[in-house]
């Protein structure tokens, strides 16, 4: 069930060190602290990674390596260490000018398994668009910016992770999905379908608007308020329902045959910060193969449930 937006009181985040999921943190910290709300860090130590380490033979090989190293178990412990360790750092970092309660939960597991488990009691899961397997963080990572904030990727037209999406398949709570800094601007588009969920999430679309548009840093160039529909009988509805909401919005109506397609290509046109859309509606038929079609966009996304 689709929540109210300041009825969110625990935000779970999945923090792997990864660039997006670092960027993802100050997101999270900024809006914990908006709603007054705790944040629990989620760091998994995957065990899949580990056994495939501990295989016979395995080696280890660096970039400008003299020779490989063959895995010992004080190695893997070494590799846990720097990996929590930057974790660690990350979230003191981030929270250290931030009033907010936060903590940092580690668990060795499943990745996807343990986040699940993990944030089963929180409000809301936040997740950076993609994880360590991206190419190109390699060449565009996380940066401390110049207002001691952490940057998104530089290329942002990278696929979805795939244990990002393990996750949102099996999760019972909403997410947010990260895929740029959504506090910097205030450019919002949500799915209208007429099912009860949507009206929910018309109101806490709303919600987060008004939020956003309170601090964003951009609020005089990129503001705007889009409900997409895919049925023209119901532009009424969502004009009388904006009215009662106090809010100016443009409704703009999708082709029935090709519905995300033309909602990522409008996304993209109008440099949207954030859709907001339930992850029952009939038109994400496959989680995975729906939201790789918004890798080109700058849009983050608000799966309601």
Not at 130 to 135: Q, R, S, V
Request: glycine fraction near 2%; aromatic fraction near 6%; proline fraction near 3%.
């Amino acid at each position: 069930m689709s929540k109210t937006l300041f009825a969110i009181k625990n935000i779970a985040l999945a923090l792997d060190a990864s660039p997006y999921s670092i960027a993802a943190l100050d997101e999270a910290v900024l809006l914990a602290e908006r709603l007054e709300a705790n944040l629990i860090a989620i760091c998994i130590e995957d065990i899949n990674m580990i056994n495939a380490i501990q295989q016979p033979y395995s080696l280890t090989v660096t970039p400008f390596a003299k020779s490989m190293k063959i895995n010992t178990n004080k190695m893997i412990d070494d590799m846990m260490k720097v990996q929590t360790g930057a974790v660690r750092k990350a979230l003191e970092y981030a929270t250290k000018s931030h009033k907010i309660k936060y903590e940092l939960v580690i668990r060795r597991g499943i990745i996807v398994d343990e986040v699940i488990k993990a944030s089963e009691n929180a409000d809301i899961l936040i997740l950076g668009w993609a994880g360590w397997k991206a190419a190109d963080y390699y060449f565009a990572g996380t940066s401390c910016s110049k207002h001691g904030r952490f940057d998104f990727p530089v290329n942002r037209a990278v696929n979805i992770g795939s244990s990002v999406c393990s996750i949102l398949n099996k999760l019972e709570v909403p997410a947010l999905v990260l895929h740029n800094p959504i506090s910097e601007s205030c450019a919002m588009s949500v799915y209208y379908d007429g099912s009860e969920e949507a009206k929910k999430n018309l109101h806490m679309a709303e919600e987060a608007f008004r939020l956003l548009f309170a601090y964003c840093t951009k609020n005089d160039e990129r503001t705007a308020f889009e409900v997409l529909i895919t049925d023209e009988s119901l532009r009424a509805e969502v004009m009388q329902k904006l009215s009662e909401l106090n809010i100016k919005g443009s409704i703009i109506v999708l082709d029935k045959t090709k519905p995300l397609e033309q909602m990522a290509l409008i996304i993209k046109a109008s440099n949207t910060t954030l859709l907001v859309i339930s992850a029952n509606s009939p038109v994400l038929t496959d989680i995975h193969e729906s939201l790789q079609k918004f890798n080109a966009t700058s849009a983050s996304i608000l799966l309601t449930r």
